[in-house]
């Protein structure tokens, strides 16, 4: 990997970790009526790290020099704008008695960087909102996904998305006072929409579908981190949000193993389970502890304690499928969908697989599923451990057509060649 690569690379992790950051402290300093200039001021900075480090290297603290670049960028923007027009002070330049120089530092302190995302991520989640646009507004200012990014996590198309974000902008400018947010009183309002969006956020990253990268770690460890964030304030501490973090802990412990040599998924069954992250699976055992303290059962705590098990086998052979398929029959009762469906007729499989077809076939019937590679894939696979490789090859095949992300067609073709092999 050359310089321009490694260079292009970092400023991408470093776009993900701090874009969201920047965004928040510029808004709480200049309002939400400025939410353009603040996100231009950042896309700016990033642009400008791009150029110079090119030729000056990378320096000792990006991070401290992005921020640091950022607030130059929006002093000279505020002064700017002052001469032109008059700039609409906000709440928080109302409130004190200093420079805005010395504002800004205040506000650069890590406790107030942190403050300042909180209280971003509850506006964004204002219940005058829906919850599809809480999300995409979340997704798009504090999160810096970009229009593909959500359309591909939300399953919209791409204009769709870029009209709600048009309109989820110009109601934020609207409210204008983020300073005024209250995390405390509005946590358990919202809270709900916020694990939400931090679950998808995640998911996207676990798996993702327009990138050549088949997994994006920078997505899942900022969803992590701000799910911690919820979690060592205090405002949204409850078994729900630890419950996320660990099923958040213990997918991401799975990532040293999950693609091969052609960068295609491997199975739970083909892993190296050494290469899976034990401090991350005694992280995620410990929020698990703490998620079952209550009585609560949300669908995140099925989620984690059925990764928990997966996590917690010696071997593949040694998994507890008969819990883990009753606790998809939990889910199905508590959130049903097809994704859910599926996933409970593949654990029933590796109990017994003879009705396993005759599942799939209903569900691809009721579920209008017929274009989802997933369930052909699972035929594939039934048929495979069956031993009935020719019609596994078939379906491998038909999920091949199906399918669109470069991992999941290697991962397909590598199957196909299998049955290949074992069927002569």
Same mark, same amino acid.
């Given at each position: 990997m050359n310089n321009q690569d490694n260079i292009d690379?970092?400023? *991408?992790? +470093?776009f993900r970790e701090n874009s969201?950051?920047?965004?928040?402290? %510029?808004?709480?300093?200049?309002?939400l009526g400025q939410i353009d200039i603040a996100t231009d001021v950042v896309q700016d900075t990033f642009?400008?790290?791009?150029?110079?480090?090119?030729?000056?290297?990378?320096p000792d603290n990006p991070s401290g020099w992005l921020m640091q670049v950022a607030k130059n960028k929006a002093l000279n923007t505020f002064k700017r704008e002052n001469k032109t027009q008059a700039f609409p002070p906000s709440v928080y330049l109302n409130r004190f008695d200093k420079s805005i120089e010395n504002q800004f530092d205040i506000l650069l302190s890590p406790k107030e960087i942190k403050d300042s995302q909180l209280r971003l991520l509850f506006t964004c989640c204002h219940p005058s909102f829906s919850t599809k646009n809480q999300i995409?507004?979340? +997704? @798009?200012? !504090?999160?810096?996904?970009?229009? $593909?990014?959500? *359309? @591909?996590?939300l399953l919209m198309n791409e204009e769709a998305v870029k009209k709600a974000l048009t309109r989820g902008k110009a109601s934020l400018r609207k !409210?204008?006072? #983020?300073?005024?947010? @209250?995390? #405390?009183?509005q946590a358990d309002e919202r809270i709900k929409t916020v694990r939400t969006i931090l679950y998808l956020m995640f998911n996207e990253g676990y798996k993702t579908t327009r990138s050549k990268e088949a997994i994006n770690n920078d997505l899942c460890y900022?969803?992590?981190? +701000?799910?911690? %964030?919820?979690? @060592?304030?205090?405002? *949204?501490?409850n078994s729900e949000t630890n419950a996320l973090i660990a099923l958040m802990f213990f997918n991401v412990s799975?990532? $040293?193993?999950? !693609?091969?040599?052609?960068?295609e998924w491997l199975t739970l069954e083909e892993q190296n389970r050494s290469l899976w992250n034990s401090i991350f699976i005694e992280e995620g055992c410990h929020y698990l502890n703490k998620a079952t303290q209550s009585e609560t059962l949300t669908r995140f705590h099925i989620e984690a304690i059925i990764a928990s098990i997966h996590c917690t086998a010696t071997t593949f052979k040694e998994t507890n499928w008969q819990k883990i398929a009753y606790l998809y029959h939990q889910l199905e009762q508590l959130e049903p969908s097809p994704v859910v469906t599926l996933n409970r007729i593949i654990a029933e499989s590796y109990l017994s697989c003879s009705d396993s077809i005759r599942a799939l076939d209903e569900l691809e019937i009721k579920a209008d599923l017929k274009k989802n590679f997933l369930v052909s894939a699972t035929k594939g696979d039934i048929y495979k451990r069956k031993g009935e490789f020719k019609n596994a090859q078939i379906y491998y095949a038909q999920a091949l057509s199906l399918s669109a992300s470069p991992a999941d067609r290697e991962f397909l073709r590598k199957k196909i060649l299998q049955c290949q092999i074992n069927k002569n």
């Open positions: 690379q970092l400023t *991408a992790h +470093l969201g950051k920047m965004v928040a402290v %510029l808004s709480r300093m200049f309002g642009e400008t790290a791009l150029s110079k480090w090119r030729f000056s290297g990378i995409i507004i979340t +997704l @798009n200012i !504090l999160c810096g996904f970009g229009i $593909p990014e959500i *359309a @591909n996590a !409210l204008d006072n #983020i300073l005024q947010t @209250n995390i #405390i009183a900022e969803a992590i981190r +701000l799910a911690k %964030l919820l979690e @060592n304030d205090g405002c *949204a501490v799975r990532f $040293p193993a999950r !693609l091969g040599t052609s960068d």
